[in-house]
């Protein structure tokens, strides 16, 4: 397991949390850890969910192309969850329908650029129905994508 501390400095330990040392005291290379979780920020053209092609602020394409490097570079097995989110324009289905349209964009994007299918969960929504607090419900920020990673454990 990998851990970070709050000055960046990374911890490996193959016993637990109690038992870490530097990673650059390891005779294996250090590798960072991936953050448990990373809100994307897609400005999505009106009415529209493709990935990378109807995002207008491709920095945040390219945060997901480094999440999934981060993934692929660690040796812990991670399920990914992509939740798709709206702003509060539009009905409620139509919303819902829209979140679920981008999280699977975005899913097939993660998949297209190596990250294994069956360690990323089927696609999910919540339309407009979390709002990010402090922001205007029909602002662009409330249009995001949500990537979530757990523990994968084999059945």
Known sequence: MAWTT????YWQSKTGPTNFAPCPLLPAPCVKASPKEVTVRLMFDVDKFMVPDNVFNQGEVAKIDQYIKQLKATPEKELITVVGHTDASGSDKYNFDLGLKRAKAVRDYIISRGYPADSVAPPESRGESEPLPGFDPLS??????TLTKTEKTEL
């Open 6 to 9: 709050t000055d960046g400095k």
């Open 140 to 145: 662009v920020e409330q249009r995001r994508v």
